[in-house]
């Protein structure tokens, strides 16, 4: 009962998308129903006849440039493979399960990052300003911009972090990538 609670604490549900996805296959179907009907009982279609829409699909690539009909195509293929991958895909949210004790314990990846930046800051005597951690879904970047004159292992920097992500007993568990980013540097990594 409670993996079912944390899955849904930590995975994003796609109502949303398949509500408006449907809403919007709905409104096709019956729009095309109400043209059929229409046509059938010999009345003026609402926008365009089923034959008339018919008609202008399969002259469309005669009629339109070939570039414009490529550029649809790939179009609505993008938007296919988008679609396709928001089905099929995780939808994870940026949280971690901590298993600490018996109850579901469900921590949001902000937390987990100041908590991961005041151990690294408080160990290694650094401003806060100091320390950055981004926490993804299995690992954590620890970049660290020391002091001029001030020298951080990047090994002990990555074992401070490793340590109190261990604490955590994270689910699924996050390794630390460590960086010491020095002052002096233009963008250059150590």
């Keep these: ?32 129903g109400i043209e059929v009907v229409l ?29 414009a009909v490529v550029a649809g195509g790939a179009v609505v293929a993008v938007i296919g493979v988008a679609l396709v991958w928001l089905a099929v895909g995780p939808g994870r949210r940026p949280k971690h399960e901590l298993a600490v004790s018996s109850h579901a314990v469900v921590v949001d990846n902000g937390v987990i990052a100041l908590a991961v ?10 401003s ?34 490793e340590a109190e992500l261990a604490s955590y007993d994270l689910s699924p568990r996050v390794r630390a990538h460590a960086r010491v980013v020095r002052a002096a540097d233009t963008g250059g990594l150590s």
């Design 128 to 161: 806060k300003a100091s320390v950055v951690i981004g926490i993804g879904h299995r690992s954590a970047d620890v970049t660290v911009r020391p002091e001029p004159g001030q020298t951080i292992d990047k090994g002990r920097l990555r074992e401070i972090a």
């Design 39 to 67: 046509h059938l009982l010999g009345l003026g279609p609402l926008l365009v006849a089923p034959g008339a829409a018919l008609a202008w699909l399969t002259m469309l690539p005669d009629e339109v440039p070939q570039a």
């Design 1 to 32: 009962m409670l993996k079912r609670v944390v899955r849904r604490e930590t995975h994003s549900p796609r109502t949303v998308l398949a509500v408006v996805v449907l809403v919007l296959a709905a409104l096709a179907a019956m729009y095309t």
């Design 117 to 126: 930046a005041e151990r690294v800051r408080r160990e290694l005597d650094l």
